[in-house]
């Protein structure tokens, strides 16, 4: 079956743009229209590297110059999605990396925008949808597991944050920017909480001073 004619316009020009939407795009059959970035270079770049029609010179000419049926694909940091809304035309599909923001009164601005804007938006989760997770729902469908009462997941990873520098000057990292697909994946489970607890703490070798262990714990209500 031929792909939907639903081409995408890319807004930021990063590492998960080049390693893994990009090539994601290709092995589907989407047309990717355009892309912009604060650094035209690394547009450019990914534009040479990946046959992307059209790079434009910022958000204001992606906008007005995109496809009347394109998708928006916005792949920069979270504190910056609020800004990028405000450019998007109305009524448009659109793509938002995750975080939701950093904070939640940045959450609640997107939020706020996607409704006045009329945005068909989603944020990209995408554990709940890999094929592993998806076997296991379907086993829990059909009874091979019984009833869910717990879920645990356990990761042992190195990120290396460094090759994202706008971290850097982030207060909190690893639940936003990586965790928050753990959390996204339980929901999909066992729906929305009625509270979060939870507690992180600078690796050993990476803090420069000892910590109140206290220090770093979110509650979310």
Not at 12 to 41: Q, S
Not at 144 to 173: A, K, Y
């Amino acid at each position: 079956m031929e792909p939907l004619d639903r081409p995408i316009v890319i807004i930021g020009a990063g590492g998960i743009v080049k390693d893994a939407h990009l090539p994601a795009y290709a092995k589907a059959g989407f047309r990717v229209a355009g892309i912009c970035d604060l650094d035209p270079a690394k547009a450019q770049a990914l534009a040479s590297a990946f046959g992307i029609e059209r790079v434009y010179s910022g958000i204001e000419e992606a906008a007005q110059a995109a496809p009347p049926n394109a998708v928006f694909d916005i792949a920069v940091p979270a504190s910056a999605v609020a800004g990028v809304l405000e450019h998007m035309p109305d009524g448009r599909g659109i793509l938002i990396q995750k975080p939701m923001g950093e904070t939640m009164e940045q959450a609640r601005a997107i939020r706020a925008l996607c409704r006045s804007k009329r945005l068909i938006a989603a944020v990209n989760f995408q554990l709940r949808f890999s094929p592993a997770v998806a076997a296991a729902r379907r086993l829990i469908e059909v009874g091979r597991i019984g009833d869910l009462v717990d879920i645990e997941v356990r990761v042992n990873v190195h990120t290396p944050w460094q090759l994202w520098t706008f971290l850097e000057q982030s207060p909190r990292v690893e639940i936003l920017y990586h965790s928050v697909h753990y959390i996204d994946l339980i929901r999909s489970f066992c729906g929305d909480p009625a509270s979060v607890y939870a507690k992180t703490l600078r690796h050993p070798p990476r803090a420069e001073t000892r910590l109140d262990p206290h220090q770093h714990d979110s509650r979310l209500r």
